[in-house]
C-alpha cells in the first residue's frame, strides 16, 4: 500500500506543481512516519496499523519519532515526494508473512502460548532462554537450552527456524533472531559449562547406529537418565550429515566438536570407523537391550540424463569432497546444480568457492516459490553470484552443453504444488563441464530390512518402529525414519524415542527435558514492548546488539492479548481471574462486537475469541441468539444464566449450590467480573 499511495501523492503533486495541501493516509508507520512529514505531507491517517497487535500503544512511539523535529514544511516538497516513491518501490520489508497460525484449538481460558515454542520439533523454550540473554545470564541461558537440545552450537548455526515462521514479530516488523540468540548463549558460556553425569541405571545398555542428529539426541537424553549408551558409527568422526556435507562456511568444524563433547561429558560412548554389523541377535548376545537405528539417508536420487553422465556428480559426492579438499575438486568453468532444497543451495554455492569455476546456474523445474530450500540459504545463493533458472528440466548434456525442457505449472500433484509440466518444442542451453545432481536423498531400506524392520510399499517404515511407537526395543528414527529432513526435525525423533524407552522402562522422563530456572518474567517490561517498533540488527556482535534483540522478544506464553489490541471496538476485555494459569483472561463482549473477525485474523490459535471466549451478554434476545458459552445477568442480584457447551444454568453466586456441580473457573471468571468490573454488567 505505501508504494500505491506514495506514487500517487508523487502524480498529484506533480500534476499541481505542488501547488496544493496534500493528506495522507496508506502505510504510514514508526519507521516512515518523519520522512513522509518531511516531504510535506500531512494531515497523516491511520487506520491498518492501529489494527494490529499493539493497536493504539503504536501511537506513542510514532508521536515521540514525529516530535523530535519541529520545522515541518507547511507544502509538499517535490523531490522529497519524489523520493520517497521511487525509493518505496525497492522496500523488501512488506513481503507476504508467513502463516502465523498454529494447528492448536483456542481454549476458553489460559491460551497464552509461545507460538516459537509451539512450532519448535524439540519444543525449546525460547522466551526463557532470550530472557537469561536480556539478564546477561548467559550459562543459564545454555542449561535452559540444553534441556530439550543436545546440539546448541550446530542448531546455533543452521537450525532450519520454524520457531521464526511463527514469531509474533512478524505483525510488527520482523522475528526475533531467535537462532542468532541461540548461538549467542552457547558460544558465550560454553567453556563455563559444567556437566556431571548421571548415576547409572540398572537397565540394559543401549546399542544406537549412526551419529547424526538423531542418533546424538537420542544418546544425551539416555545419557541424563543413566543409561550407558554406545553408538556405532562407520565414519571416522560423529555428527553425520552435519560432520560430512554441511560445508564449512556454513557450519564451522568447532561447533560441531563442541556439541560432540558435550555428549562425551555426559558418558557417552561413540564408536567410529566401526565394523559392528546391524545383528540384532549379536547386540542382545553383547548386552544391549533398545536399538536405535538412526543411519540417515545417503543414497542419493539418480538423475534421468542423456549423454554425458561421467560429467554428472552427485551431491553428497561433491560436498564430501568439497569440505575435505575443495582444492581437489574439479569442475569446470560452468556447473550447472539441479534441485531446489538446502543440499542444491550448498552445493551452488560450495561449487562458486572451487578454483576455476566463472559461472553457477542453480536449475529447478519448479519456480522459486515453490522450492522446499530455506529462503535464507537461497537469498544467500543468489547474493553469492548464483544464478537462478526456473521451471527448466534437464534433459541431456553433450559436449560441454546441458539441454533442459522449458516448462509450466500445472495441476497440482500430492504435494499440493502446481505439478510442472512440458512446454512442447521449448528447450534451453547452457554451457556445463559438470552438472552436480541435488535432487533428493535416499533411505537405505535394504540395510534397515535386514535388520528386521518392515517397510512398506511406499517406503514408509511401520509404526512398530516408529519413534514414539516401537514395540520390540527396535526403533527408527532421523532421516532414516522420515526421509531427507532437517537437524531439529532428527533432534525431535531421538527425543521421543529416548522418552518411549524410559517410559518402557517405568522412568519418568519428564525431569529429563526441563531445565530448572524459575520464570519470573517482568510484566511491566512486557507491556511496555507491546506496540513498540524496532528492526533486527544484521549482526549481533556487541553486548549493545544483543540486549536490543532481546528486547524484542514480547515473551506470549506470559501475555499475548492480541485479541484485545486488535479489536476496534473493545470488544474483548483482558481480565484478571485468581487461580488461573494466565496472567489474565479474555471476556468477549458481545454488545460491542459487530463480527469483524480481525482478532480471528491476529489470534495465534485456529480459532475466533469473538466465538470461542467466554462472553458477557445484555440482552435475553442476544443471549438466546448465539452459541457462545457465557453468561447474562438476571434481574435479581448475583443471579445469572450461564450456557456451557449447550447446555443452560441458572447460577445465584450467594448460592454455591446452583453451580457446585459446575466447573470453578467459569464461576471464579463471573465473581472476579462482579467483584473488580461491575461497570461491565
Request: overall charge neutral; aromatic content about 8%.
Amino acid at each position: 500500500m505505501l508504494a500505491l499511495t506514495l506514487n500517487l501523492a508523487d502524480k498529484l503533486n506533480r500534476e499541481f506543481n505542488s501547488s496544493i495541501p496534500i493528506s495522507y493516509a496508506g502505510g504510514a508507520n514508526f519507521f516512515n512516519i518523519r520522512k513522509i512529514l518531511q516531504a510535506g505531507l500531512y494531515p497523516i491517517s491511520f487506520a491498518t496499523d492501529l489494527l494490529k497487535p499493539g493497536g493504539y500503544q503504536r501511537i506513542t512511539q510514532e508521536a515521540d519519532a514525529i516530535l523530535t523535529e519541529k520545522n515541518y514544511p507547511q507544502a509538499p516538497v517535490l523531490e522529497k515526494i519524489s523520493e520517497l516513491a521511487q525509493a518505496s518501490l525497492k522496500l523488501t520489508d512488506m513481503a507476504q508473512k508467513p502463516n502465523l497460525k498454529l494447528p492448536s484449538k483456542l481454549d476458553i481460558f489460559d491460551c497464552f502460548v509461545a507460538p516459537c515454542q509451539q512450532n519448535c520439533p524439540i519444543s525449546q523454550d525460547i522466551p526463557e532462554y532470550i530472557e537469561m540473554l536480556n539478564q546477561e545470564r548467559y550459562l543459564d541461558a545454555l542449561q535452559i537450552i540444553l534441556a530439550r537440545n543436545p546440539l546448541p552450537h550446530i542448531t546455533g548455526f543452521i537450525c532450519e527456524q520454524n520457531c521464526a515462521l511463527k514469531c509474533v514479530r512478524h505483525d510488527y516488523e520482523e522475528p526475533v533472531m531467535i537462532r542468532g540468540l541461540k548461538r549467542i548463549a552457547a558460544e558465550k558460556a560454553y567453556r563455563d559449562l559444567e556437566i556431571q553425569p548421571a548415576a547409572p541405571n540398572a537397565k540394559k545398555p543401549v546399542a544406537i547406529f549412526g551419529a547424526g542428529p538423531c542418533g546424538l539426541s537420542t544418546a544425551y537424553f539416555l545419557a541424563k537418565a543413566g543409561y550407558k549408551v554406545k553408538i556405532f558409527e562407520k565414519t571416522d568422526k560423529a555428527g553425520g550429515m552435519v560432520q560430512h556435507v554441511i560445508p564449512p562456511f556454513r557450519l564451522p568444524a568447532w561447533a560441531i566438536e563442541r556439541d560432540i563433547n558435550i555428549l562425551h561429558e555426559y558418558g557417552v560412548e561413540i564408536e567410529t570407523d566401526t565394523q559392528q554389523k546391524i545383528n540384532i541377535k549379536d547386540l542382545h548376545q553383547q548386552g544391549f537391550g533398545n536399538i536405535v537405528l538412526a543411519i540417515g539417508a545417503w543414497k542419493s536420487r539418480q538423475l534421468s540424463l542423456e549423454g554425458n553422465t561421467e560429467d554428472v556428480m552427485e551431491a553428497i559426492t561433491f560436498l564430501q569432497t568439497f569440505k575435505l579438499n575443495k582444492l581437489s575438486v574439479k569442475l569446470g568453468k560452468n556447473v550447472a546444480v539441479i534441485g531446489g532444497g538446502n543440499s542444491a543451495m550448498d552445493s551452488a554455492r560450495a561449487a562458486l568457492k572451487v578454483p576455476g569455476v566463472e559461472n553457477v546456474y542453480l536449475i529447478y523445474r519448479r519456480t522459486e516459490k515453490q522450492m522446499p530450500a530455506d529462503r535464507e540459504e537461497f537469498e544467500n545463493a543468489i547474493k553469492e553470484g548464483v544464478i537462478f533458472k526456473e521451471l527448466l528440466n534437464p534433459v541431456s548434456l553433450k559436449d560441454g552443453k546441458l539441454t533442459c525442457q522449458k516448462m509450466k505449472l500445472g495441476k497440482k500433484d500430492a504435494s499440493g504444488r502446481a505439478r510442472p509440466v512440458p512446454i512442447a518444442g521449448e528447450t534451453e542451453k547452457f554451457d556445463a563441464d559438470t552438472v552436480i545432481s541435488a535432487i533428493g536423498e535416499l533411505v537405505d531400506f535394504q540395510l534397515l530390512e535386514k535388520a528386521g524392520v518392515k517397510i512398506g510399499q511406499n517406503g514408509n517404515i511401520s509404526a512398530e518402529f516408529a519413534p514414539q511407537t516401537a514395540e520390540q526395543g527396535i526403533f527408527v528414527g532421523g532421516d532414516a525414519f522420515r526421509g531427507p529432513s532437517s537437524v531439529v526435525e532428527a533432534m525431535a525423533d531421538g527425543q521421543q524415542i529416548a522418552q518411549h524407552i524410559m517410559k518402557q522402562d517405568n522412568i519418568n522422563p519428564e525431569s529429563y527435558f526441563q531445565h530448572n530456572f524459575p520464570y519470573q518474567p517482568d510484566l511491566g517490561k512486557l507491556k511496555s514492548r507491546c506496540g513498540i517498533m524496532q528492526k533486527a540488527f544484521s549482526e549481533l556482535d556487541s553486548q549493545m546488539q544483543i540486549a536490543s534483540e532481546t528486547e524484542r522478544c514480547l515473551e506470549c506464553k506470559v501475555l499475548c492479548n492480541k485479541c484485545v489490541d486488535v479489536c476496534p471496538n473493545r470488544a474483548n476485555v483482558a481480565i484478571k481471574v485468581p487461580n488461573m494459569k494466565n496472567e489474565n483472561q479474555i471476556l468477549h463482549l458481545d454488545a460491542l462486537c459487530n463480527e469483524c473477525g480481525n482478532c480471528e485474523t491476529f489470534c495465534p490459535h485456529e480459532g475466533a475469541p469473538y466465538k470461542d471466549k467466554f462472553t458477557l451478554f445484555q440482552t435475553e434476545a442476544d443471549f438466546a441468539d448465539s452459541q457462545n458459552n457465557g453468561f447474562l445477568p438476571m434481574p435479581t442480584q448475583a443471579e445469572f444464566k450461564l450456557r456451557l457447551n449447550g447446555d443452560i444454568f441458572r447460577i445465584n453466586l450467594r448460592k454455591p449450590a446452583t453451580y457446585q456441580q459446575l466447573d470453578t473457573k467459569y464461576i471464579e471468571f463471573i465473581k472476579s467480573i462482579v467483584k473488580e468490573h461491575s461497570y461491565l454488567l
